[in-house]
């Protein structure tokens, strides 16, 4: 079948409240932003304002940057990457390769102020280290250089010293850091500083790297429990350790510890740290909290009135608001930096002009193969997308409409016949060949995505509501936090399931008690007591698990990993309770 021919998107809503901006009085709520942009490095820049880079994968374009004049309120100004070119996959060719869980993971993004030039470090499908530079955050960006074949400078940070010299840290088991020559496009010296072994771990990441009064920081974690501050008199160390957050109570109900980010100081001398909190199916939201330095040069955690991360705290700057986050998008004449394609788009198959056309770039019945699928990240804690389809000029049989990619179950789609009538279908796998539930004759229909439920009309003031959706999903996935699409959703790789139970998967209540013996790439896991998130790395994968009642659950993975490519393999799994087990690498 094919996909979206010569469809015009008139507008799009993305609201969970009236578009409206806010500005605090004296206080912030986490998160700062209800939105996933994980694996955040924050830093000044030029202008005194504070920017933000994150991972978003395989969207294209790709690394994401935010400004922001108070560290609380932000704006969408542009990406490091203007195009995914790592790779045929990232172009979704008809039965080639795909790039689902490749591209832009954790990076970093520093303003060199010697030449005037920012830098934007990242490794691409754990073989290649990339920079890309620009004058202006805004762009144009452009790739400068490439380190090497089997160079991956993963999860890393960029340190620019009071010399100008530039430093890089990066790697998970064992950490290295290296220093760049001086256009900073290529490598003169490396050593591995510290190891996870030091403190008593398996796994570190996101590496961050800092110069403060004249000693030389490592910020990085243990994933999704404990963050490791690590400070020496030199660059090459050697560096002492000590434990800046560990498995604290969250910000938000249902959402883990923070632990990954980064530090950033205000002008007053005070610092926070950036996190995120993951919390399904939003994503990984940022988080911010302030730290206090203690007479041992070390930072702690100023904890909230819950005793932990707190859910609020004392504005760091006089709130400065600059970006309305919920919006109408009527396409006039470009997209704007929050939105994303699935992949590298076709370029001759869509054009923006008082509103978006989209003609036909792909003949599949594959949601994942479909190019030109357009995303933006839901905003909110009960989000809402509308948008407003010409379909006038479909063919019969063409595929198009609105998704957000809670489950496989909760999506919304529409067909086109030769009566020109829209069709809403429920999507129970990638195909989108379900079942009819609703049609609307004419040329133009509205669709309404919201989080837990779907609807269409022929204008935008009656409303059909669709079968809203009851308790959990049948079938759990790992996503990288909720998005809108025409067309397309996240992906992950689900190897377990279905999972049932009677109560929501949001529960501010999970309790764990756990404990694990490691042997070789395996491991053996007893995990009690109610509901349960369990996160373990092994060799760049994440296994996570989300059980109802479990008295035991034994399981044991092998994962190995080539060039662009995973592999896994299920050894063994008994449960004493219905479990799903979900597994996607390093999320």
């Not at 919920?326 to 997209?335: I, Q």
């Not at 009851?470 to 990288?480: D, K, W």
């Not at 053996?524 to 994440?542: T, Y």
């Amino acid at each position: 079948m094919k996909f979206s021919n010569l469809l015009a998107f008139g507008l799009l809503l993305v609201s969970s409240q009236a578009a409206t901006l806010k500005c605090r009085d004296d206080t912030f709520t986490n998160p700062v932003l209800y939105e996933d942009y994980p694996d955040n490095d924050i830093s000044v820049g030029p202008d005194g304002a504070f920017y933000f880079s994150a991972s978003n994968f395989h969207y294209s374009p790709g690394a994401p940057i935010l400004r922001s004049l108070d560290l609380v309120n932000w704006e969408p100004v542009g990406h490091s990457i203007p195009r995914m070119n790592f790779g045929d996959g990232y172009d979704l060719p008809p039965g080639g390769p795909r790039a689902y869980r490749s591209g832009t993971w954790a990076s970093t993004l520093r303003y060199r102020e010697s030449n005037g030039q920012w830098y934007w470090i990242g490794c691409a499908n754990f073989w290649i280290t990339w920079v890309f530079t620009a004058t202006s955050v805004q762009g144009p960006w452009y790739n400068r250089a490439n380190f090497g074949g089997g160079l991956c400078m993963y999860d890393n940070g960029l340190l620019i010293d009071d010399d100008d010299t530039m430093y890089v840290v990066y790697g998970n088991g064992q950490v290295k850091v290296s220093q760049l020559a001086a256009d900073g496009l290529s490598v003169v010296r490396s050593e591995q500083v510290l190891q996870a072994s030091d403190v008593n771990t398996e796994t570190v990441e996101g590496n961050r790297m800092y110069k403060i009064n004249g000693t030389y920081y490592i910020l990085n974690d243990q994933p999704g429990s404990t963050t490791y501050v690590w400070k020496s008199s030199s660059p090459w160390g050697p560096y002492e350790a000590k434990i800046l957050v560990k498995d604290v109570t969250p910000p938000l109900a249902g959402g883990n510890s923070p632990h990954q980010g980064s530090l950033v100081q205000t002008k007053d001398g005070t610092w926070y740290f950036m996190s995120f909190t993951w919390a399904y199916p939003a994503g990984r939201m940022p988080v911010l909290a302030p730290i206090a330095w203690g007479a041992d040069g070390f930072p702690s955690l100023v904890k909230g009135s819950n005793g932990g991360w707190g859910s609020s705290y004392p504005l760091p700057l006089p709130a400065r608001p600059l970006y309305n986050w919920t919006r109408t998008y009527n396409f006039e004449n470009e997209l704007g930096p929050t939105w994303e394609w699935n992949h590298n788009p076709d370029v001759a198959s869509y054009e923006v002009d008082n509103g978006l056309t989209l003609r036909t770039a792909s003949v599949t019945n594959d949601i994942y193969s479909a190019r030109n699928t357009l995303t933006h990240r839901l905003h909110g804690e009960f989000p809402r997308g509308t948008v407003e389809i010409d379909f006038s000029n479909a063919a019969d049989g063409d595929r198009f409409g609105l998704a957000a990619s809670a489950t496989r179950r909760r999506t919304l789609a529409s067909t086109a016949s030769a009566a020109n009538t829209a069709s809403r279908r429920c999507m129970a796998s990638s195909s989108t060949s379900g079942p009819v539930r609703q049609s609307t004759p004419g040329g133009r229909s509205h669709l309404r995505r919201c989080r837990a439920a779907s609807a269409r009309s022929g204008s935008a003031r009656s409303w059909t509501r669709g079968r809203r959706a009851r308790g959990p999903p049948t079938s759990l996935t790992v996503s990288t936090g909720l998005r809108l699409r025409s067309w397309g959703r996240r992906m992950s790789c689900t190897l377990a399931g279905p999972f049932s139970s009677r109560t929501g998967l949001e529960s501010s209540t999970l309790r764990q008690r756990r404990s694990a013996v490691r042997s070789g790439s395996s491991r053996l896991l007893r995990l009690e007591s109610g509901w349960l998130d369990a996160r373990i790395r092994d060799s760049g994968l994440v296994i996570v698990l989300r059980i109802r009642t479990c008295s035991m659950v034994v399981w044991s993975t092998t994962a190995s990993r080539s060039r662009n490519s995973f592999y896994f393999a299920l050894r063994r799994k008994y449960t004493m309770w219905k479990a799903s087990c979900i597994v996607a690498p390093r999320y």
